[in-house]
């Protein structure tokens, strides 16, 4: 009889922890919810303005990202010691002057 009371409280704190753990997820449910209505009224509110904003930004940096890459694809040329070498060798003399 003792036993079966031990498995009986057992078998209830199992049952008490998943109901813990389902309050949590459903209170972060609830959390995001609420959440994504208050994005939801605030993007309303400003007419777009936001996300246009947003993609004027990602389209200047993806710019600004390639150029940064092009700029320094171009420095690393021009460290090579052949390219050195050639912008610093004097123009061969031709007979024209």
């Known amino acids: ?29 609830w959390k995001v919810a609420k959440a994504a209505g208050e994005l939801a009224t605030m993007l309303n509110d400003s007419g777009g303005d936001v996300t246009e904003q947003f993609l004027k930004e990602e389209a200047i940096d993806s710019i600004r990202d390639a150029l940064n890459l092009s700029f320094a694809q171009i420095d690393q ?6 390219v050195k070498r050639i912008v610093t060798a004097k123009p061969p003399r031709t007979g024209f002057f």
């Open 77 to 82: 040329i021009l460290r090579k010691e052949e």
């Open 1 to 29: 009889m003792v036993d079966r009371l031990r498995e009986s409280l057992h078998q209830a704190e199992i049952k008490l922890e998943e109901f813990d753990l389902f309050v949590a997820r459903q209170s972060d449910r």
